[in-house]
């Protein structure tokens, strides 16, 4: 058992949670540190943050050190580590090949009958996937995939959802050498296409509808629309989740996974492309992430085992969907030799407690979700502590967004008192998170337990200084394996370099506003690119957020600060009332006292304003910048791409709004 959460100090978080001195010594971070003092003499680091300390310091030295420690096998030895440090352009591994897909099933030479893969549906109910099982199926799919013709280079795309087919198809595609890129069957065609028509992929492996909600989906119309408007198109594999018929034309999954073949791993360059990932792409079309073989196994290896403290024997499940960055990772799991948990529908069907029982059910040791959920559990007035055996349950992990210190508490108030919180935060860029958990700290009130080993990063000023215990932009000032090695279709890479690059040249620039403590842990404050700034005092919207949507009677709220073309400065919050609640004056007014006295005076809202919704990414994160284009007048087709907002008429409220304040039409989309 853990210490009992204890006071803090003066000035200091409350701590909620301390491993135990048997969790610190399991750890396979503290078993990788003295690896490092036994095998190359550094060290020996008596606590983290010296750790993390010699992994910037020191790059070549820590990612050589990795790749021993998880004996990555390459087919061909690198003639250096780091061939080139500058950013954009670092050279990992220069000669190096190998194959990410051998990795993620080397546990499958040695365990063929342990579990791999379990997954569920609505129903609630697992089924299993051995590892020899799941080793059988990628290598009659990679047979056949070479056999049609689809070799290394070349794009498969699939529109499919969290289901084993999907970890089937992408490990296949790394075992020939296949780019993947995956699309969840909930986005509209507009929407795959924004994505898909910039990589022209040469086959489609999709599905003829999901289910959600307890509602069966039919996508063959949209199926049909893709096949239509992608030229490149040589394949169609139909996978018949809803039971149909494969269309004329289309081969049928079954076919394509039966029988038996021998593994062959395709050698690639260590940055060879593995898969391309999206960014949301409110205000224009998404970018095409590319990210290389080698970059990921070595950051998914490093954060799966060290700093989730996963390995054989685990049970890893993160509430996602293959359109989000969060389902890569969790494949990534395979690596570590874990078991990975699939579940397949809504959050909150058949109860709101869904996650919970998935959790429970298939004995998850590690349980990620999203900030949102956790929260959305608290204002329900869950209590999963009494309705859930999740006694397995050692790490809980969420992501998205910022985790309040509600949440915080609410997870070991109500949900498992003994747990470990990694509230994690990175980014699809990097696939991976830059902030997050590491099992031998204790957990503070509010904040992320630490940087992640091999992340150069820092809070800076806006002179470009290292801040500690204030407010700055996210930056990391070192490269890291598993950055895009290029976005796709991106000449001499200007999307890229205005991505992260633009406005401190050479140093990656995030987007995020933290705060680093001086105790090593960090605080997120959410995005700089909406950043409110009154009065020269800047914050991010999350503290806000935070601190309104306490209210019972607020389901969801958004902030929004726009300079005035006279120098002054509007700062509307938009307030979604939770069912049965009129946005009065007296909340308005509670409002606006919880913000005066919990977060800042300087940042209360001019207008408090009743809204239909707050609209969201396809991965539901909140939209900012484009509502704020919006209000300071600009068209809807101007400010937003329809295909990556989940409710367009929500947008043309916006809309609407920002029209009448400006006297300018407000456009369609």
Not at 628 to 656: C, H, I, T, W
Request: net charge negative; with cysteine.
């Amino acid at each position: 058992m853990s210490d009992a959460p204890q006071p803090a100090a003066p000035g200091e978080p409350e701590v909620l949670w301390r491993p135990s001195e048997e969790r610190v010594r399991a750890a396979r971070v503290t078993d990788f540190a003295a690896r490092l003092a036994e095998d190359r003499g550094v060290g020996p680091f008596e606590e983290y943050a010296d750790l993390w300390a010699w992994s910037i310091a020191e790059p070549e030295a820590f990612w050589v050190s990795v790749c021993a420690y998880f004996d990555v096998a390459f087919s061909g030895p690198p003639s250096a580590v780091l061939g080139s440090a500058d950013m954009p352009g670092a050279e990992w591994f220069p000669g190096a090949r190998l194959n990410y897909a051998r990795h993620a099933l080397r546990r499958a030479e040695t365990h063929p009958d342990e579990i791999a893969v379990v997954h569920l549906d609505e129903s609630l109910e697992p089924a299993d996937i051995t590892w020899g099982e799941l080793r059988r199926r990628v290598a009659a799919l990679a047979y056949n995939l070479r056999e049609l013709g689809v070799g290394p280079g070349d794009r498969v795309a699939a529109y499919l959802p969290n289901i084993p087919e999907a970890v089937v198809a992408l490990l296949a595609c790394a075992s020939v050498g296949a780019v993947w890129s995956s699309c969840a069957p909930d986005f509209g065609a507009r929407s795959v296409l924004d994505r898909l028509q910039q990589i022209e992929p040469v086959a489609l492996i999709a599905v003829d509808g999901y289910r959600y909600a307890g509602k069966e989906i039919d996508r063959r119309d949209e199926v049909a629309e893709l096949v239509r408007e992608l030229p490149t198109l040589r394949h169609t594999v139909h996978v018949p989740l809803l039971g149909t018929a494969a269309p004329e034309g289309a081969l049928a999954w079954h076919d394509l996974v039966a029988g038996d073949h021998d593994d062959d791993f395709e050698p690639v360059d260590f940055d060879f492309p593995l898969w391309i990932l999206y960014s949301s792409g409110t205000t224009g079309l998404p970018k095409a992430i590319v990210q290389g073989h080698g970059g990921i196994l070595l950051e998914h290896l490093k954060h799966n085992a060290l700093h989730l403290d996963l390995g054989p024997g685990d049970r890893f499940f993160w509430f996602t969907s293959t359109g989000w960055m969060m389902w890569n990772l969790l494949v990534g799991g395979l690596l570590v030799g874990s078991t990975i948990v699939l579940y397949d529908g809504s959050p909150g069907h058949p109860s709101p407690d869904a996650q919970w029982t998935v959790a429970e059910r298939t004995g998850t040791t590690v349980y990620g979700t999203s900030a949102a959920y956790v929260m959305a559990c608290r204002k329900r007035g869950l209590r999963p502590r009494d309705t859930h055996d999740l006694s397995r349950v050692r790490c809980v992990g969420t992501t998205g967004s910022p985790l309040p210190p509600d949440g915080f508490r609410w997870v070991y108030e109500d949900a498992i008192p003994d747990v470990w919180l990694a509230s994690v935060s990175g980014g699809t860029d990097v696939c991976s998170a830059f902030i997050g958990g590491v099992p031998t700290l204790p957990v503070h009130l509010g904040e992320l337990q630490a940087r992640s080993l091999g992340c150069a990063v820092h809070a800076w000023d806006e002179e470009g200084r290292s801040v500690v215990d204030e407010v700055g932009e996210l930056v990391i000032t070192a490269p890291m394996p598993s950055m895009p090695t290029r976005f796709w279709n991106d000449p001499d890479d200007a999307r890229y370099k205005a991505s992260y690059f633009d406005t401190y040249p050479g140093v990656w620039r995030h987007g995020d506003w933290i705060t680093v403590t001086s105790r090593g842990t960090v605080v997120v404050h959410g995005r700089s690119d909406s950043t409110l700034n009154r009065g020269g005092v800047r914050m991010g919207s999350a503290d806000i957020y935070e601190a309104v949507e306490r209210i019972p009677e607020v389901a969801e709220s958004l902030v929004i600060g726009i300079e005035q073309p006279d120098g002054g400065y509007w700062m509307p919050m938009f307030v979604v009332p939770a069912p049965g609640v009129e946005l009065d004056d007296a909340l308005r007014d509670r409002i606006k006292q919880v913000i005066r006295t919990e977060v800042s005076p300087r940042h209360v809202p001019d207008e408090i304003i009743v809204a239909p919704g707050v609209p969201h990414t396809l991965t539901g994160k909140r939209i900012e910048i484009p509502v704020k284009k919006l209000l300071q007048g600009r068209a809807l087709d101007e400010a937003v791409n329809p295909g990556s907002v989940d409710d367009m008429e929500v947008m043309r409220f916006y809309a609407r709004i920002g029209a009448e304040r400006t006297g300018r039409a407000g456009g369609e989309a």
